[in-house]
């Protein structure tokens, strides 16, 4: 999907990541009309609507508390992506209750699936309450704004053990990128890191590899996904990785804990490691500032 009218095709859906596009420079030929492309966003991630554990028993007020905080901002994001597990368990209750925080963004939503939203390999579930309008069908997604080409990959078809996108998406996705400049600036969506962030815990995605060969040759590409509940930055030649803290709790650092899962802090300490990031694009370069609740 490359309609610049996608947004009023989103604004029901999602949940997280909120774009404030300004005046950006359209393509032409080979080069860009207006280098001074500025693009602000905000990123959520991890919601983990339902969960009740002792690392955080208010999931939905914490969600709440970062929605009420992009509704803040001065100027409205042009649309909001959330970045997976939007619930704990995909039961049709917790999506709901989680439709309910999310349908006060002022900002046009936009929402990937987590593994926890596809519990028992059902998308249906997530479809039905968040899934991508207009999406392929195997519910990934690209749109141009603003001179930025954006992808939404899903890549939690692997669940628990780690990500995998499977070779109907990497065909979509090679076929996607043949129609873009090098010098387009590329901002890709997924839920688990594409690239071995730690494989010991699952952090990884299987085939993540021929998907970042595709995109290596293209001069910004920025890749923001959720999964592991804390920031990890990492670059590849042009490619710059960021992961996103959730709003629901923290995971251990990797390798300082036998397991990933649920982290366990004192409340006002919680507060500072969950939240959500703004980002701004400039001349295709990501710059990002964290935003915790406490």
Known sequence: MRRNDFLSHVAWTGSGIAYALSGAGIF??????????TTQFVQISDSHIGFHQPANPDVSATLKASVDAINAMPVQPK???????????????????ARAILSQLRA??????????????DFKTYRTNFGIEDAED???????????????????????KMGL???????????????????TPIVVFTHVP????????????????????????FDHVTILNGHIHQIVTHVEGNI??????????PQPQPGTAPNPGPLTLPHDQLLH??????????????????????
């Open 165 to 183: 996108m499977g070779n109907d998406q990497l065909a979509w996705l090679k076929k996607d990128l043949q129609s873009q400049y090098q010098q």
């Open 28 to 37: 032409s030929g080979r080069a860009l009309a207006d280098a001074a492309a």
């Open 240 to 249: 710059h990785f960021a992961s996103a803290t959730a709003t629901a709790y």
């Open 79 to 97: 649309f909001v992506v959330h970045t997976g597990d939007i619930t704990h368990l995909s039961t049709q209750a917790q999506f709901d209750d």
């Open 108 to 121: 046009p939503l936009i929402a990937l699936p987590g593994e926890h939203d596809v519990l028992g390999d």
């Open 273 to 294: 490691a969950i939240g959500y990031r703004t980002v701004r694009l400039d001349t295709g370069t990501a710059a990002i500032e964290q935003h915790p609740l406490g």
């Open 194 to 217: 594409l690239y071995a962030l730690y494989p010991q815990w699952g952090w990884t995605t299987q085939d993540g590899a021929s998907a970042l060969a595709m995109l290596s040759g």
């Open 138 to 160: 195997g519910g990934w997604a690209s749109w141009d704004d603003a001179g930025v080409h954006y992808i939404a990959l899903l890549n939690v078809f692997n669940f628990e």
